[in-house]
């Protein structure tokens, strides 16, 4: 994919991981999960070994409606984003979507870069029709975002994240691909 041009400059590179970004993206994994409270995990990251991260990338490669996007600036793992859409034939046409960028990395436009890459992606597959996401209710840049490519709020999860000791709602939204 061509360099995207960000809005500090440098250039974001979107790509499929393949099995030896597995340690760099571990170790992202536990920076973001230590700079955000808006995600299902903490600092603690993810519990893959490097081996089974490997493996969870080489299986993701070769599936046809899910994807997993690695974003980089400067050979460095900044951002990632993943579309996953079960199998079964009612409900292949449905897909859950996280999206992620370190924080130092936050307002240069790679969040919007990413999500347009998913969406496309979705498009593409011809299969996939409904794009869903939960947000935190406070995470305002992040419902921003999805409201400004079409998402909609479907309705509300009352205390589905459970966050340093306190329980936030989240907001259910999808994009219609019809
Ligand atoms: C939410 C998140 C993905 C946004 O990533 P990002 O790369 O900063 O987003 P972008 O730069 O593409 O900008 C998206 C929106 O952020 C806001 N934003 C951008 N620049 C900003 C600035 N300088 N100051 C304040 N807000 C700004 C705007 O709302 C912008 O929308 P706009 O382009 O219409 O102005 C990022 O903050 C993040 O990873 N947070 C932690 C994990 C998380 O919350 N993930 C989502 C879980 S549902």
């Known amino acids: 994919m061509n360099p995207i041009r960000l809005k500090n400059g440098k250039n974001l ?44 990338i080489t299986k993701s490669n070769l599936l046809k409606t899910s994807v997993m996007y690695i974003g980089l600036v400067d050979d460095k793992i900044v951002a990632s984003t993943n579309l996953s859409a079960p199998d079964r034939e009612r409900i292949k046409h449905t897909s859950s979507f996280g999206i992620s960028v370190l924080k130092a990395y936050w307002h240069i436009g790679i969040a919007t870069a990413l999500i347009e890459q998913i969406i496309a992606f979705a498009k593409e597959t011809e299969v996939v029709k409904i794009i869903h996401l939960a947000v935190r209710v406070d995470n305002i840049h992040a419902i921003h975002l999805y409201e400004s490519h079409g998402f909609k709020c479907i309705g509300i999860y009352p205390k589905q994240l459970f966050v340093d000791g306190q329980y936030y709602d989240t907001i259910l939204m999808n994009l219609e691909l019809f």
């Not at 992202?28 to 490997?54: A, D, H, K, M």
Request: hydrophobic share 30%.
């Open 13 to 56: 590179i979107i790509r499929r991981p393949n099995p030896d970004d597995a340690p760099a993206l571990i170790a992202y994994l536990s920076q973001l999960g230590s700079e955000s409270g808006n995600l299902t995990f903490g600092s603690e990251g993810i519990p893959f070994t490097v081996e089974q991260e490997r493996d969870y």
